[in-house]
């Protein structure tokens, strides 16, 4: 029953704004109003019930010398919500000669190209199915000063909840592995996914490419693992990339401090570089 509501996570979101814009033209008792606001909003924050599991071994999405950011390493859940099947979510970039600029009051952005990591190749983790692909949004600029930031994080934020996951991952690919898990790929390219549903993939096969679709600031690749194609019914699962080795050394933009009491042992911690 708990899976089955929160699959329906994005509707609880529409109904409750309908309901508190009617509740202000709409003439009916002030309690009944009341109670029905309260109960679509609790159950738009209704999750799937928890999945526990080791850490499954996995392949690294890409090649070469990336950061990692929003890790299970530092904390679970890793970008704060479970919401989404990203409890153990990570996004990972490539390493930016620029990376301390500090962030400005400028509105003014950047194209994504510009970014290291725009284009770069992602690759299945394990071999699977293809059950879900798409790529028909385009690239947006970035979100990288406080300006756009804040607009990212509360107006583009509330009308992408009201869209749905799609909005959310944007361009995204999802694999079925042969052992029952499903792995998402968010945020690629316009128009770089190579595989379509029920396409067979292999370990490493080339899916997409990195991009700066959906939720995001700028170009990044955020990967999970669940226990469900469908994300807002899906519950995150950890995993762990032994053939990636971990730099000690530590990129000052994405670094957190020490890792929380929650946080997944087995996976770099926000900021460390990895070489996969």
Same mark, same amino acid.
């Given at each position: =029953?708990?899976?089955?509501v #929160?699959?329906?996570?994005?509707?609880?979101?529409?109904?409750? @704004?309908?309901?508190?814009?009617?509740?202000?033209? *709409?003439?009916?008792?002030?309690?009944?109003? $009341?109670?029905l606001? #309260? #109960? $679509?909003f609790?159950?738009?924050?209704?999750?799937?019930?928890? #999945?526990?599991?080791?850490p499954?071994? $996995?392949?690294?999405p890409?090649?070469?010398?990336? @950061?990692v $950011?929003?890790s299970?390493? !530092?904390?679970?859940?890793?970008?704060?919500?479970?919401? +989404?099947?990203?409890?153990y979510?990570?996004?990972?970039?490539?390493?930016?000669? %620029?990376?301390?600029?500090?962030i400005?009051?400028?509105?003014? !952005?950047?194209r994504p190209?510009? +970014?290291?990591?725009f284009?770069?190749p992602?690759?299945? =983790?394990?071999?699977g199915?293809?059950? /879900?692909? !798409? %790529? /028909?949004?385009?690239d947006? /600029?970035s979100r990288?000063t406080?300006?756009?930031?804040?607009?990212?994080?509360?107006?583009?934020?509330?009308?992408?909840?009201?869209?749905g996951?799609p909005f959310?991952l944007?361009?995204?690919?999802?694999?079925?592995?042969?052992?029952?898990?499903?792995?998402? +790929?968010?945020h690629?390219?316009?128009?770089?996914t190579?595989?379509r549903?029920? %396409?067979? *993939?292999?370990?490493g096969?080339?899916?997409?490419?990195v991009?700066?679709?959906?939720?995001?600031?700028e170009p990044?690749?955020? @990967?999970?693992?669940?226990?469900?194609?469908?994300?807002t019914?899906?519950?995150?699962?950890?995993?762990?990339?032994p053939?990636?080795?971990?730099?000690?050394?530590?990129?000052?933009?994405?670094?957190?401090?020490?890792?929380?009491?929650?946080?997944?042992?087995?996976?770099?911690?926000?900021?460390?570089?990895?070489?996969a």
């Amino acid at each position: =029953m708990k899976r089955a509501v #929160a699959s329906a996570q994005t509707w609880w979101i529409r109904l409750f @704004v309908l309901a508190v814009v009617a509740s202000t033209v *709409v003439p009916a008792p002030r309690l009944l109003e $009341l109670g029905l606001i #309260a #109960a $679509l909003f609790a159950l738009g924050l209704v999750r799937p019930p928890r #999945a526990d599991r080791p850490p499954t071994d $996995l392949a690294p999405p890409v090649r070469g010398r990336w @950061v990692v $950011l929003n890790s299970p390493g !530092t904390a679970v859940p890793s970008h704060g919500v479970k919401a +989404y099947g990203q409890t153990y979510a990570v996004d990972i970039l490539r390493p930016s000669p %620029d990376a301390a600029t500090s962030i400005g009051w400028s509105w003014r !952005t950047r194209r994504p190209e510009t +970014y290291p990591c725009f284009g770069e190749p992602v690759r299945a =983790m394990a071999a699977g199915t293809v059950v /879900r692909s !798409t %790529d /028909r949004q385009r690239d947006h /600029r970035s979100r990288d000063t406080w300006p756009t930031l804040i607009s990212m994080m509360t107006v583009e934020a509330f009308a992408r909840e009201l869209g749905g996951a799609p909005f959310i991952l944007g361009n995204h690919v999802i694999v079925e592995h042969d052992d029952g898990t499903f792995a998402a +790929y968010a945020h690629l390219r316009h128009r770089s996914t190579r595989v379509r549903p029920g %396409d067979r *993939v292999a370990t490493g096969d080339h899916l997409g490419d990195v991009g700066n679709t959906g939720n995001t600031s700028e170009p990044h690749l955020h @990967v999970q693992l669940m226990d469900r194609a469908r994300v807002t019914a899906a519950a995150g699962l950890p995993m762990h990339w032994p053939d990636a080795a971990t730099d000690e050394q530590k990129d000052p933009r994405w670094s957190t401090g020490k890792p929380k009491p929650t946080a997944l042992p087995t996976f770099p911690q926000n900021g460390q570089i990895i070489q996969a």
